[in-house]
């Protein structure tokens, strides 16, 4: 499982519910699995700031009956916490949607209208710079305990870095991929230098090289498309140098499936509650609503 949190370019808004509640909800592939459709667009209509929706997914490449209902809300639950904190829990709306139209893999969506229902004030759930940290952490949890596929794991590392959304675009570069691969095998590619002369004379225009990747431009392309790993790393300068990075490969992957799980979940969960708490004081400071007037202490 992965967690992804999508843009709005404008803010976000009930375009968003509109995405997730389509035609895939009577198709039978979208259905809401926690929250309540039109409070949640009640709450986006009242939200006067420029940015409304915090808008994410979780992305799991079982299938949607892998699990049972129970599980994913439970799955919900221990992520809202570590997104939002204990403070924040019921003061934010959050309507989360099951997709499974994707090969009938199962996606939870989650939409969230960017302000704390007791203040009125704006609240933005994520933000990378301070809340990547306990989404890192609650996402290596719940691969842990529900033993699901991880994107940490180094055996699943992929050499393209590009959307598979122009499927046909996607498979001309898996095809360069392959071929380049093929090239090295029987000898012809000697070095990632070697390898870039010859894709530019190719008319493939390498933009970019760092120590671990190179940027191409397809013929007649626009986009820019991001190899990596192996034969695109800047260590390749021939075969036995290719062999030394595949056993370093191999060894990460020995060390990833080799380590103790269990006390890296009870660190990972340690260290998830210390960051909950640290949260949960600066909302408390920022978010602490003001007192009525009959509230008012008489000192």
Known sequence: MLVKFLPTYTGGGLGSINYLL????????????????????????????????????????????????????????????ALLGDYMLDRVNVLWVEHSDKNGRLELNFLAPKIDLITGNSFNPYLAKFDQNRIDLIKRIINHEYNLSSPDDPAREQTISASKKNIGHYKNLEELDKKLHELVKEGYIKNRDHMIELLNQSGIEVTRSTKKS??????????????????????????????????????RIREFHNRDIQVERE???RKLEELVKKRDRFNKRKFRASLSRDNIEPK
């Open 267 to 269: 660190r990972n969960r």
């Open 22 to 81: 389509n035609e895939r909800k009577a198709a039978g592939t979208a259905k809401v699995v926690k929250g309540d459709e039109n409070l949640t667009r009640a709450v986006i209509k009242g939200v006067t700031y420029k940015q409304k929706t915090c808008f994410g997914v979780l992305s799991f490449e079982e299938k949607h009956d892998f699990m049972n209902e129970e599980q994913k809300l439970k799955i919900i639950k221990d992520f809202e916490r």
């Open 214 to 251: 190179i940027t191409v431009v397809l013929p007649n392309q626009k986009t820019k498309n991001r190899l990596k790993g192996g034969i695109y790393d800047a260590n390749f300068t021939g075969a036995q140098g290719l062999g030394e990075l595949g056993q370093s490969s191999s060894r």
